[in-house]
């Protein structure tokens, strides 16, 4: 046991009690011995702070991070990370879940191979054998993300059965604390929305790898998504801003200068038309002007 690295978990909350118990629990029954878990709460109003204290009291390896505001995701997660001393980072969202044994196949592979920077397991929707995500991957041409295998059966598709390059894993991901520090962490002016593919993107260009590991599994506490507003982030006024604003600062901070160029006299407009078209047919036109002021600002962002 002496012998294993300390691993960080890193969980960013707000106002999600219910799923954030059932992580908890997940976490607390994994196998892996030398953890600590590090929630930093969003500045909750439910009744988060004083049920994570009693957590912490009763596992003092859990440690709680109190801010005042929510500053969403990507600097939740940066302060989350100037607390750990582990030598991997596991970033997991408040309403996942892990196996017993998701922990340690992750840390095996890290450390099987010093140019493996980030490592992700499968993840499936709650209580299912359906995969929510078994690998993300950005084509920094068109700007457009595949999920792997979404919405498939687990069992019915042909995963490799050792680790696989992908691009990014959204959600739930361990990466060296090493790689995580040298970055400077998230881009925190993403707030929510690809961040984690930066992240990814860029512990590549430092000569690692970016692996799913098939046999690691963890979950996203939600229904299986049949509603299209939602596959598509077109649920919020904010989701719908933030998710027009980054895809263009994503292209003009990643893809090559060409592609950039090119994907805003192209691909950029094709994407706004057809996003405007779907809130027109969902009915959800008081989002038009989001939708139109998060490409405006992501350009001179």
Request: charge should be positive; proline fraction near 4%; aromatic fraction near 12%.
């Amino acid at each position: 046991m002496n012998k294993l690295p300390l691993v960080s978990i890193i969980i960013v909350t707000h106002n999600r009690l219910d799923k954030l118990k059932i992580l908890l629990e997940s976490l607390v029954s994994d196998n892996y011995p030398k953890k600590e878990i590090i929630v930093v709460d969003n500045a909750s109003t439910d009744n988060t702070p004083d049920i994570i204290k009693k957590y912490c009291e009763k596992f003092p390896y859990i440690f709680y991070v109190k801010n005042d505001k929510n500053y969403f995701p990507a600097k939740g997660r940066n302060i989350g990370a100037k607390y750990a001393k582990g030598k991997y980072l596991f970033f997991i969202d408040d309403d996942g879940a892990v196996d017993k044994d998701t922990i340690n196949k992750l840390v095996e592979v890290l450390e099987s191979d010093e140019k493996v920077g980030l490592v992700a397991p499968v993840i499936l929707y709650w209580n299912s054998d359906i995969i929510w995500c078994a690998g993300g991957y950005n084509d920094l041409f068109t700007s457009l993300t595949k999920y792997l295998h979404r919405n498939k059966k687990l069992s019915e598709v042909n995963l490799p059965k050792q680790p696989y390059e992908i691009d990014h894993m959204p959600h739930t991901f361990m990466v060296r604390k090493e790689c995580f520090d040298k970055l400077g962490g998230f881009y925190e002016k993403y707030k929510i929305m690809y961040e984690e593919s930066e992240l990814a993107i860029r512990i590549k260009k430092l000569g690692y790898k970016v692996l799913a590991v098939p046999s690691a599994i963890a979950y996203h506490n939600i229904p299986i998504e049949t509603d299209n507003s939602r596959n598509l982030g077109l649920h919020r006024w904010d989701r719908v801003y933030l998710l027009a604003r980054n895809r263009v600062i994503f292209m003009k901070r990643n893809a090559p200068k060409t592609h950039y160029i090119i994907f805003l006299l192209t691909f950029n407009l094709v994407i706004t038309m057809y996003y405007l078209y779907v809130l027109l047919k969902l009915g959800k036109t008081e989002f038009i002007g989001a939708y139109l002021k998060g490409v405006l600002e992501g350009m001179v962002e």
